[in-house]
């Protein structure tokens, strides 16, 4: 079986020291140190899904990623990342806005798109086959990453979350432990990193 990495929300406001939303959260350095470089090493892409979360009210004072900032930036390398990014405006990768990642552009009010995330997924992932196994890495996991498994799991796909690659806003991991446990196998499956490894054999998925 092929395997394709969903990487939801890597970006600094959410994943390193001085970010808005920042916690020390391990997934961080396992997917940075471990499934990085197992990623580059085996020619793996990462597909990309990232947030515009600017406010629609400039005075409001709680935006966050914004475009063309330090907050914004991604911690996917460019050499391992599918090349097409889909920002979302909210936790469902569904909602989306006019000028979103567009530093020169007024951020719209999000609305949901459905169609064009399909549109996306076939284009980055391919339709739902059988053949693909989607692992799925990022922040944050009762939120974001959970929306995003809801969203492929109404669509058909087969997804998985890799344990050491997500955490909760808190970073605690008695809590991540605990939506493990109880969230599984309602929209997807878990799986853990040294299990998956040592009884796989991996192959390349050749995304667009």
Same mark, same amino acid.
């Given at each position: 079986? $092929?395997? %394709?990495?969903?990487?939801?929300?890597?970006?600094?406001? +959410?994943?390193?020291?001085?970010?808005?939303?920042?916690?020390?959260?391990?997934?961080?350095?396992? %997917?940075?140190?471990?499934?990085?470089? +197992?990623?580059?090493?085996?020619?793996?892409?990462?597909?990309?899904?990232?947030?515009?979360?600017?406010?629609?009210?400039?005075?409001?004072?709680? /935006?966050?990623?914004?475009?063309?900032? *330090?907050?914004?930036?991604?911690?996917?390398?460019?050499?391992?990342?599918?090349? /097409?990014?889909?920002?979302? $405006?909210?936790?469902?990768?569904?909602?989306?806005?006019?000028?979103?990642?567009?530093?020169?552009?007024?951020?719209? %009010?999000?609305? =949901?798109?459905?169609?064009?995330?399909?549109? *996306?997924? $076939?284009?980055?992932?391919?339709?739902? /086959? /059988?053949? #693909?196994?989607?692992?799925? %890495?990022?922040?944050?996991?009762?939120?974001?990453?959970?929306?995003?498994?809801?969203?492929?799991? #109404?669509?058909?796909?087969?997804?998985?979350?890799?344990?050491?690659?997500?955490?909760?806003?808190?970073?605690?991991?008695?809590?991540?432990?605990?939506?493990?446990?109880?969230? +599984? =196998?309602? *929209?997807?499956? =878990?799986?853990? *990193?040294?299990?998956?490894?040592?009884?796989?054999?991996?192959?390349?998925?050749?995304?667009?």
């Amino acid at each position: 079986m $092929s395997v %394709i990495f969903l990487s939801i929300d890597l970006q600094n406001d +959410f994943a390193t020291e001085g970010g808005a939303h920042y916690s020390p959260r391990p997934c961080v350095p396992f %997917i940075r140190d471990t499934l990085f470089p +197992f990623v580059r090493e085996r020619g793996y892409k990462v597909v990309e899904i990232i947030s515009d979360y600017r406010d629609t009210e400039p005075d409001k004072g709680t /935006s966050v990623c914004i475009p063309g900032t *330090w907050g914004y930036e991604s911690l996917v390398p460019t050499d391992i990342k599918h090349q /097409s990014v889909w920002v979302k $405006s909210e936790p469902s990768p569904v909602w989306i806005r006019e000028g979103a990642g567009e530093v020169s552009d007024l951020p719209g %009010i999000p609305y =949901p798109s459905p169609n064009g995330f399909d549109r *996306w997924l $076939s284009e980055t992932i391919g339709p739902p /086959s /059988s053949e #693909h196994e989607i692992v799925l %890495i990022g922040l944050v996991f009762e939120i974001c990453v959970l929306s995003t498994l809801q969203e492929l799991h #109404h669509r058909g796909y087969r997804a998985k979350v890799l344990f050491e690659a997500v955490d909760t806003y808190t970073g605690n991991a008695d809590q991540k432990k605990g939506l493990f446990e109880t969230l +599984f =196998p309602f *929209w997807g499956s =878990p799986l853990y *990193w040294d299990e998956w490894v040592n009884t796989n054999h991996f192959e390349i998925v050749p995304l667009v």
